[in-house]
């Protein structure tokens, strides 16, 4: 199945979410694009989507917004302790909170690019993937640079390289990045992340690229099903060779931008992070996701956005990860 058409086969998986798509409850809903050649989105209402997630819900941590601590316990505008063993949220502030949430939108760029690209593809960088906005995290990349879809993953994820995530959402949407970023949006809403709306595969700046730390848990547990995934989020460093536009070799070498993973912080006593994704801009904030792991063998995901600097994000995740026994 990987081996057709990508615009194709994304098209297909936008238009397949909406054959579910009815009238019903209103709780269930989102801004969705429905004409994948528009800017524009409209209303639609998903009853029956959320009717058939009765059995992936089973597998995800329900909140019944009992917390040990008050909302208080965070600096940042908002955050989530996700127990993935047990199925429970054992700590939420404003959790439903329409956020951006800067790069860790990278988690659902990945997702999507492993679920529907081939590791083994070569991407050709384009003028369309080259990132302009001042500030913006980038690896270097140049048009008629090429690499495969796998080394293109590991330098989007390691060191959050906008130029890395345009190349992925342009190449695996067939050409189109708004093919790309439509398949986002079906697959958020295929799991459930209904208050998720993307416009972007990077997390730039833009009104209306929004979601909640609730529906990013929903995206990172997903895409934490994927060995890949968890092994590239994990990664201290990653240096890797592509070639130039004129074939020749041209090393790329970068540094994780979790701090974790580099030792500046640590994790609480028995807890250990596996990995991560950070994000920063000046709409939202420092946001931090991050994986872990305790000696009895819990596995968590915690969720922090719009931390006031990047030192609170890392702060406020220990300590959500020191209510892990909870």
């Known amino acids: 199945m990987k081996c057709i058409n990508k615009a194709f086969l994304l098209s297909l998986v936008i238009v397949s979410v909406f054959m579910f798509a009815g009238c019903g409850n209103k709780e269930f809903?989102?801004?969705?694009?429905?004409?994948?050649n528009s800017t524009s989105y409209t209303m639609v209402s998903i009853a029956e989507v959320n009717s058939t997630l009765t059995g992936y819900a089973e597998s995800i941590c329900v909140d019944f917004g009992e917390y040990s601590k008050g909302t208080e316990y965070l600096d940042s505008e908002?955050?989530?302790?996700?127990?993935?063993?047990?199925?429970?949220?054992?700590?939420?502030?404003?959790l439903y909170a329409s956020m951006n949430p800067a790069s860790l939108t990278?988690?659902?760029?990945?997702?999507?690019?492993?679920?529907?690209?081939?590791?083994?593809?070569r991407i050709t960088v384009t003028e369309n993937a080259m990132i302009t906005e001042s500030g913006a995290q980038t690896a270097g990349l140049k048009p008629g640079d090429t690499m495969t879809l796998e080394q293109a993953l590991n330098i989007m994820m390691v060191c959050s390289a906008n130029d890395a995530a345009a190349a992925i959402a342009e190449h695996v949407g067939g050409g189109s990045m708004d093919v790309f970023v439509n398949a986002?949006?079906?697959?958020?809403?295929?799991?459930?992340?209904?208050?998720?709306?993307?416009?972007?595969?990077?997390g730039l700046t833009d009104d209306a690229h929004k979601t909640t730390p609730?529906?990013?848990?929903?995206?990172?547990?997903?895409a934490l099903k994927d060995e890949t995934f968890k092994n590239i989020i994990g990664q201290v460093a990653y240096t890797t060779t592509i070639s130039d536009a004129a074939g020749n070799a041209k090393e790329i070498s970068v540094n994780s931008?979790?701090?974790f993973l580099r030792g500046d912080y640590e994790s609480p006593a028995e807890v250990a992070v596996l990995g991560g994704k950070t994000g920063t801009t000046t709409a939202a904030g420092s946001c931090l996701a991050i994986y872990a792991k305790d000696s009895a063998n819990r596995y968590f995901i915690t969720v922090v956005l719009n931390a006031p600097d990047r030192e609170t994000s890392y702060t406020d995740t220990i300590a959500l990860l020191q209510l892990h026994g909870s």
């Open 78 to 94: 908002a955050g989530g302790l996700f127990d993935m063993t047990d199925y429970k949220v054992l700590y939420g502030k404003n």
């Open 257 to 259: 931008t979790n701090s």
């Open 29 to 36: 809903s989102m801004e969705f694009n429905r004409n994948m």
């Open 214 to 222: 609730y529906d990013l848990y929903l995206i990172f547990n997903e």
């Open 106 to 121: 990278k988690i659902m760029t990945a997702y999507v690019a492993l679920k529907y690209g081939n590791l083994g593809d």
């Open 184 to 202: 986002m949006n079906a697959e958020a809403l295929r799991i459930g992340a209904t208050g998720t709306h993307f416009t972007n595969p990077h």
